[in-house]
């Protein structure tokens, strides 16, 4: 996601999008552990860490772009609340690791 996103950076329209994908790489990682899901946020202006459990989980909704190599996932929790994640890294590795478990 983010060599396409600095290939388009010099388009104008594009320079918004390039920037978001740069700050997700920067600032935000995912971890995907046999018990929960964990993203931890460490940018400059806001640092927050989500864990969820498994067992919180009520239904996980993917999205493959870049031919699998990254992609977006939407988790929808038990409590209604939802959870999106987008420009994951090596998408279908992880998919097919511990998500597909849940």
């Known amino acids: 996601e983010l060599v396409v996103s600095l290939v388009l950076l010099p ?19 995912f971890k995907f552990t046999n018990k929960r899901l964990v993203i931890t946020n460490t940018s400059p202006l806001f640092k927050r860490t989500v864990e969820v459990a498994y067992k919180n989980i009520k239904e996980i909704r993917t999205a493959p772009r870049g031919f699998g190599l990254w992609g977006d996932m939407v988790v929808f929790l038990r409590d209604g609340s939802r959870l999106e994640i987008t420009g994951i890294e090596k998408f279908k590795v992880r998919l097919r690791g511990s998500c597909r478990r849940a």
């Open 11 to 29: 388009t104008l329209i594009y320079a918004p999008l390039s920037m978001a994908s740069i700050g997700r790489r920067l600032w935000i990682s």
